[in-house]
Structures are given as C-alpha cells and as structure tokens.
C-alpha cells in the first residue's frame, strides 16, 4: 500500500538575529524536505545555507536506497568544499558553515541523512522518538559542520507507516522548546502546531533562527 505525505513548514528569524540564515527545501513531488542551519554571520551564514538548498533542490534523485544514500553524500560533500573555499578566500579566514538534515522518502523506505544538529522525530501511535543524534562534543560544540574540517554525515534508514507524524526542525527550535512541549504540539493539528512551536521558541528568547517541517504519514488512498 502507497503511502502519502503531507508538509507543513515555517522558518522564522527570531527575536535576536538581523538576518534569517536557515533555509528549507520542500520537495513534495519527489518527497524529500530539508531543514539547513547556516553558520558564519549574516553575511556569510546565508551563502552557507543557501548554497546548500540550491544543491538539494536541483539534485536528481535515485528511488533506490544505496543509491540515494550516494547521491545525498556526494552532494553534501560537494557543497562543503565550495563553501570551504569560499571560507578561505575571506580576509580575514572566518567560519563559514551549516548543519543540515534531509528526509527522503519513497515508496518502501524513507532516509534522513544529517550533519550537525538538526533534528528528526517522530511520533507514532502515542511514542514520541528522537532518531537522530547530534553532533556535539561534551562542551556542546558542534563536531561536524558542512564547510569545516568534519562533513561525514550519518543517516538512518526509517520504515514509516501511516499515522507517523514527523518533525524535522533546527536547534533554533529545539533547543528553546523542551521536548515535552515537541510532543504535545506534534499529535495537534499541524496547520497549529507550527504556529505554536514558533510562538513558543519566541516565548522562550528567540535566540536563534528557528525552522521546521512537520510531515504527516497517511495511506495513498485517504
């Protein structure tokens, strides 16, 4: 049986920040979505991010499993290398980077593939899950940053069915909304939901840019 998804999505530039340097790829007709957290400053966090939707938005997509798994990799790595370029041709050298997680799904299996912090969850018949693991040391420093030193993605291979419901956020998000409150938001109504995460990260400061894609599971002929 076909299984059919649904997105909702926002990004919102916060209450500190003068620039939004997030970016999301929404992809319906082939089914993948993005959620990409640029690093580096206003002027150069936006190059970061952008360069990376640009990638992902053109990128032509394989239906087969190992070959996405290569696809994704291939231009993830790609990417890193323009934009380290980019960051050693400034004067001075500055840091320039992004996190980023991708959601593909198919027919038969769904694959998110991240580095960094951008988050997955999911949940399903009540269980609220995270299934990524951020890439942070103790001092919660990111480890790998697309445009760094450390760009290896991980990837998780997911068997969705109908009923899940899936967040795909950065830590603008996350890390300013409590995982409890995740939970609550995402068994309501998404069209509120969403509404209400961003209202909820402004509540708690807005340090951050905040971005989200909500995905709904449901069965083909629903």
Aim: proline fraction near 3%; charged fraction near 20%; glycine fraction near 8%.
């Amino acid at each position: 049986m076909s299984l059919r998804w649904q997105q909702w999505a926002v990004t919102d530039i916060g209450t500190r920040r003068a620039q939004n340097e997030d970016a999301i790829v929404l992809r319906d007709d082939v089914q993948l979505w993005a959620v990409i957290d640029g690093l580096g400053g206003q002027d150069t966090g936006t190059v970061a991010s952008a360069a990376l939707a640009h990638a992902l938005a053109h990128l032509s997509l394989s239906p087969q499993l190992a070959d996405a798994c290569d696809q994704l990799d291939d231009v993830l790595l790609a990417v890193h290398e323009q934009i380290h370029a980019f960051s050693q041709a400034q004067e001075p050298t500055r840091l320039v980077g992004a996190t980023v997680g991708v959601l593909r799904a198919t027919a038969t299996w769904s694959l998110f593939i991240w580095v960094g912090d951008v988050r997955l969850y999911r949940l399903r018949d009540g269980q609220f899950s995270l299934l990524s693991q951020d890439h942070i040391d103790e001092s919660g420093n990111l480890t790998r940053l697309i445009g760094t030193d450390e760009p290896l993605p991980d990837a998780v291979v997911l068997r969705a069915q109908a009923g899940d419901r899936y967040l795909l956020c950065s830590d603008g998000l996350h890390a300013q909304v409590p995982e409890n409150r995740l939970q609550h938001w995402l068994a309501r109504d998404p069209v509120t939901a969403v509404r209400e995460l961003v209202a909820e990260a402004l509540v708690a400061g807005g340090h951050d840019n905040a971005s989200m894609v909500l995905l709904e599971v449901s069965n083909g002929d629903d």
